[in-house]
């Protein structure tokens, strides 16, 4: 199985701050990459989908980047909103799986 | 836009069996995308359990594929989990969820979840 690890686990800032999470893949997965937030009790919602695509609906303050094995989620300036878990995902190869989450909370 | 729904017991008893249903509203069960399921353990951990295609074409995690069992049921629009011999490690909140993407595949919607609970 691919592993996805993440970091920094957990993360606090304040709101305005520039956040960025780190993914790393056990191995390569080109794009095949998405960034999930859950918050409590809510089931996860897809943000960023193949490593750089915006879905839909999300503020543009989320981005992401990277290909290969290493991967970023970056929020430019964190709202209040924003305080929550991500999860990164490679869906390369089966069995899809998932990082272990990064919990942003305030500092 | 579509729905996703899931529904069935919280409480298992330990080496019963594990069954959950999926209802898809607001879109096409056959629209050519794979139903998925994923779970989530108390510690936060997701895992991903398989997939079914409306064909009845399925892929599984090779840690659960013995014990499990995903289906389709094109007349109710809705895709079943199955999951037999079960123990208190696959206590978790179970999501089902859409693949989607032709090229990248990616998880959109997600179900509320459900908790199942395998205790005696």
């Known amino acids: 199985d691919i592993q996805m690890t993440q970091s920094p686990s957990p993360l606090s800032a304040s709101v305005g701050d520039r956040v960025t999470i780190t993914c790393r893949a056990s191995?390569?997965?080109?794009?095949?990459v998405n960034w999930y937030q859950q918050k409590l009790g809510a089931a996860p919602r897809l943000l960023i989908f193949a490593a750089s695509s915006l879905q839909s609906g999300v503020p543009s303050r989320f981005s992401g980047a990277g290909s290969g094995t290493d991967f970023t989620l970056a929020i430019s300036s964190l709202q209040p909103e924003d305080f929550a878990t991500y999860y990164c995902q490679q869906s390369y190869r089966f069995p899809f799986t998932f990082g272990p989450g990064t919990k942003v909370h305030l500092k | 836009q579509v729905q996703l729904q899931e529904s069935g017991p919280g409480l298992v008893k330990p080496s019963g069996t594990l069954s959950l249903s999926c209802a898809v509203s607001?879109?096409?069960?056959?629209?050519?995308?794979?139903w998925t399921w994923v779970r989530q353990f108390p510690g936060k951990g997701l895992e991903w359990i398989g997939e079914v295609y409306y064909t009845g074409d399925t892929n599984y995690n090779p840690s659960l594929k013995s014990r499990l069992i995903i289906s389709v049921d094109k007349s109710k629009n809705h895709f079943s989990l199955n999951l037999t011999s079960v123990t208190a490690a696959d206590t978790a909140v179970y999501f089902c969820?859409?693949?989607?993407?032709?090229?990248?595949?990616?998880?959109?919607?997600w179900g509320q979840g459900t908790l199942v609970t395998v205790s005696s």
């Open positions: 191995q390569y997965v080109s794009k095949y």
């Open positions: 607001g879109g096409s069960l056959t629209s050519g995308v794979w």
């Open positions: 969820t859409r693949k989607s993407g032709s090229f990248y595949n990616w998880f959109d919607p």
